[in-house]
């Protein structure tokens, strides 16, 4: 069975549940497991060829982010709606608004050595195809920016976005490689902005990088999420 969720990009100190939630997921987000399926510990686990521990384990992660509801004959899938996504990416703007307003009044010379790392990485990655590294390290340019002013509420928040965040953005940058590869340059450009914008300390031009970079997702949804012949797109990537 083809894995959605990239394998080499969990630790190996993830538990067998970690695992499979990250599978069961993006299986759920990504539509190949539609919405009002019942899913049920002994299917799963034989499906997976895992005890029904790390079944049960995933099943309760995967109720708390919303996804699935629990009963008594399984769980059954909720899925994401265009408002769940509206949302997340509403609370990633003003969470990220508040911490470079934040950073562009305080020194953050290593701070910007890290970030144009993490750049060239990602600069690395999409230049030898490798569209979910990519998307990861989009991930971290992001995570290092909100973990540096050592906000915990604030990362708290994050972190419980991060994992159907991360999904979002694989299953988006994974459509975009097979449709319009050109973009990828955008993406890269906006990061670059963020980085001038901090290392000069410009207000306006990181509204315009924020602009810029969450410009296409706010107000609206991407038509991926809409659209089942784009989203099988999305699917059938094959790194």
């Known amino acids: 069975m083809k894995r959605l969720y990239p394998d080499r990009l969990l630790s190996s100190t993830n538990s067998m549940g970690e695992r499979l939630v990250s599978e069961l997921r993006i299986r759920i987000i990504s539509q190949d497991i539609p919405k009002e399926s019942v899913l049920s510990e002994n299917q799963i686990a034989k499906e997976y ?48 608004t508040f911490v470079t307003g934040r950073l562009l009044v305080s020194h953050n010379d290593a701070l910007l050595n890290e970030l144009r790392k993490v ?51 694989l299953l ?10 050109e973009d990828f340059d955008r993406i890269l450009e906006n990061h670059e902005l963020i ?27 991407e038509e991926l999420w809409t659209n089942a012949e784009m989203m099988k797109k999305a699917r059938d990537y094959d790194g």
């Not at 988006?172 to 590869?181: A, G, H, L, P, T």
């Open 49 to 96: 060829q895992v005890s029904r521990s790390p079944v049960r384990e995933a099943l309760k992660v995967l109720e708390r982010e919303g996804l699935v509801r629990l009963g008594r004959m399984g769980a059954i899938v909720i899925g994401i709606s265009e408002k769940d996504i509206e949302e997340i990416y509403d609370i990633r703007l003003l969470i990220e």
């Open 119 to 169: 750049l060239e990485m990602m600069k690395i990655a999409i230049k030898y195809g490798d569209v979910d590294e990519f998307s990861f390290k989009d991930i971290e340019f992001h995570e290092i920016i909100i973990k540096s002013i050592n906000h915990q509420q604030i990362l708290m928040v994050w972190n419980q976005l991060r994992p159907v965040m991360e999904c979002l953005i």
């Open 172 to 181: 988006s940058m994974r459509y975009r490689s097979k449709v319009n590869y």
């Open 195 to 221: 980085i001038e914008a901090l290392s000069t300390k410009d207000s306006k031009l990181m509204d315009k990088a924020f602009y810029s970079n969450f410009g296409d997702v706010q107000n609206r949804v």
